[in-house]
């Protein structure tokens, strides 16, 4: 810390928290919200997600007893107060950097971390699993899950929730309400009432009254339960929760730090066997005057400068894909009114809000829900619309299922642009693209493409357009394109036709997507050993560029292949066709560079794929370790 705090200078674990008087709480939040600023400032990161919990982060953790008892924060974007308060302050400051701390939560960087995130809406399966494992194991321990009102809107969610209320467990979720209003406040009077609503007292007295009706007739009893229902309904807007299980309480300010403990201190202690839920209502960004005023309340910012909110962003001349990918998506758009766009709650992370923009009709954010995207997209196709689902690599994982059975199966021609292809920097393995190579390629029916530069990604955009029989997707990185010019609309690629970049001799570098510029810089090293090799833009994973193929493996001694992807996937896909034609029989040579066999920790991007070795130094090795290798079998006994 570069600051002096009154209380935080002092406090470095949750016990530390239990040792200041519940009014001085406002104080250590302040301090707490300023220090996260002022590290957020120098290290990039999700910002206005953290702002609008540090009350109740403070709260949670001056009321229950963790790590004993289980804090579960949903998605992770706002735990870097969490990080603070549990062991982590004097590390803030390596948010999301090489060897430092990861931007969600994590399991194996703290005990206070019992579930890693960076997914949406997993908290309420997480908090029910380990609340049901306390049960099994006699543990009276609290657990509580934190989601916010965007990752409700998920299916995952309800499943969950539905589960819960069916299974009577015990456990406590915190609904963070930092955007719409599920039910409408009423104020002040809302507040009070959802902290009488809360204690032991309403809880006795309700069961009290559940007694003596009892004793009356069966038909006056179920009309008083009924009645006591409704009012509590009509009181805090609950009834959906309720319908599901869920006593519902709020909602409460979740500014207020004496309503907050209040409330948390009484569900913790109240005697009810089933789920509680507690809506509060918070402001993302608060604190930090430019976050509030900020349309995206710095969901997400790069460095910036704390008196005036400016932030520290590249600039540059070259595109970024995800841009090239909209503005040829919206030149298309113009001419074919059959295009229609959907993301799931992604829309500037994709660059649809400038489809959006310009074809409000035409345009479909989903919300957290990618299941429901692939699958609208589906039934979009059906109907002779032109369906381009934006959706990043990693959270296109969670609508396999339906990728399968609702597009693959019916051949149905929706358009996937994969965002995110390939490692990603600061977010580090859980939302690298490392698995829809391997995922998409390995289904009938399917296009799957990558382009090697930006002008590649123009055309892959203008030949998707007319793939009217079947699936398409492809996937594109992180970031800006190699500063290319970019062709006109009507330039497109012939199906499964591969690029030759040069001819050569002896070994055949065929590579699938943007490691193309690393590939040329090893050859270029190369050429000054005397070794020139043939260097191919594969262009397509499925299907395969057949011909060709044959030819190099004819040509050549050694086939190496290169892709930002996990085993499976475009390698594993000339393996095969190599094996099938007898093509490795006769000596011929052949090795797949994907990414490893693990995760890879964030990092700057350049250095995560040096550790994968995927870059142009590993390339140079790979080939000079293949030409000298020899085979040497030995016989065992």
């Known amino acids: 810390m570069t600051k002096k705090y009154i209380y ?64 579960i924060w949903d998605v ?17 400051r390596t948010l999301r950097k090489g060897e430092g701390l990861s931007g969600f939560t994590k399991r194996s960087e703290s005990e206070y971390d019992p579930f890693g995130a960076a997914h949406s809406s997993t908290s309420i399966s997480s908090a029910l699993g380990i609340a049901i494992a306390n049960k099994l194991s006699n543990k009276s321990d609290n657990v509580i899950a934190v989601i916010g009102d965007g ?74 339960g009924k009645a006591e229902d409704f009012l509590r309904s009509a009181v805090t807007g609950g009834t959906l ?32 066997d089933g789920p509680i839920m507690i809506h509060i209502k918070t402001e993302k960004g608060k604190g930090y005057e430019f976050a509030e005023k900020s349309t995206d309340k710095y969901h997400g910012v790069s460095k910036f400068n704390i008196s005036t909110g400016i932030q520290e962003k590249s600039q540059s001349n ?52 990618e299941q429901h995207a692939v699958t609208f997209a589906a039934g979009l196709a059906t109907e002779g619309f032109k369906p381009y689902a934006a959706i990043y690599s990693t959270f296109l994982q969670r609508a396999y299922d339906q990728v399968v059975h609702d597009v693959a199966i019916q051949s149905l021609p929706v358009r996937f642009a994969i965002d995110r292809a390939g490692l990603v920097g600061a977010d580090g393995p859980t939302h690298a693209g490392s698995f ?37 997707a492809f996937r594109y990185p992180r970031g800006n394109g190699i500063g290319v010019n970019l062709p006109s609309i009507n330039e497109k690629i012939e199906i499964g036709k591969a690029r030759i970049i040069n001819e050569g001799k002896n070994v055949a570098l065929l590579n699938f997507g943007a490691r193309l510029k690393e590939c040329l810089i090893a050859r270029e090293n190369l050429s000054k050993k005397g070794i020139n090799l043939t260097l191919i833009d ?72 040096k550790y994968a070795g995927l870059d142009s130094a590993s390339i140079e090795t790979k080939i000079l370790d293949t030409l000298n290798s020899k085979i040497i079998i030995k016989k065992t006994n």
């Open 538 to 609: 594969a262009r397509f994973a499925k299907p395969l560029d057949e011909k060709l193929i044959w030819q190099l493996a004819i040509d050549h001694e050694i086939i190496i292949t290169i892709e930002e992807g996990s085993i499976g996937g475009f390698g594993s896909h000339i393996s095969q066709f190599l094996t099938e034609k007898n093509l490795l029989d006769n000596n011929l040579k052949f090795r797949s560079m994907i990414l490893p066999d693990r995760f890879i920790d964030h990092n700057k991007p350049d250095l995560m794929y």
């Open 241 to 272: 929760f309720s319908s599901m299980g869920f006593y519902y309480i709020g909602p409460i300010d979740g500014h207020d730090m004496d309503s907050l403990v209040s409330v948390l201190k009484n569900a913790k202690e109240i005697n009810y």
């Open 436 to 472: 829809d190579i391997t995922y998409l390629s390995t289904l009938p029916n399917f296009v799957v493409m990558a382009p090697s530069d930006e002008a590649e990604l123009v055309r892959m955009v203008n030949t998707s357009v007319d793939i009217n029989d079947k699936p398409s």
């Open 76 to 92: 992770g974007h706002q735990s870097y107060p969490h990080k603070i308060l549990t062991g982590r302050k004097d590390k803030i």
């Open 151 to 224: 990752a409700m809107s998920a299916g995952m969610a309800y499943e969950a929730m539905n589960n819960a209320g069916a299974s009577k467990t015990k456990m406590i979720v915190i609904l963070n309400d930092n955007d719409m209003s599920i039910s409408k406040p009423v104020g002040a009077m809302r507040s009070y009432l959802a902290k009488i609503l809360s204690t032991k007292i309403y809880f006795s007295l309700r069961e009290t009254i559940k007694l003596i009706i009892s004793s009356f007739s069966k038909r006056f009893s179920k009309k008083a």
């Open 8 to 71: 935080l200078d002092n406090i470095n674990f949750p016990s530390d928290v239990k040792k200041i008087s519940q009014s001085e709480l406002k104080q250590l939040a302040d301090e707490v919200r300023q220090e996260m600023i002022d590290a957020v400032s120098e290290t990039g990161g999700h910002l206005g997600a953290g702002l609008g919990v540090v009350e109740l982060t403070v709260a949670l953790h001056y009321v229950f007893n963790t790590p004993n008892d289980k804090l």
């Open 318 to 369: 070259v595109p970024a894909y995800t841009k090239v990918f909209a503005n040829t998506l919206l030149k298309h758009a113009e001419k074919d009114s059959k295009i229609i766009g959907i993301t799931a709650a992604m829309p500037s992370g994709t660059g649809m809000d400038l489809f959006g923009a310009k074809f409000p009709q035409r345009m479909f954010d989903v919300g957290i829900a």
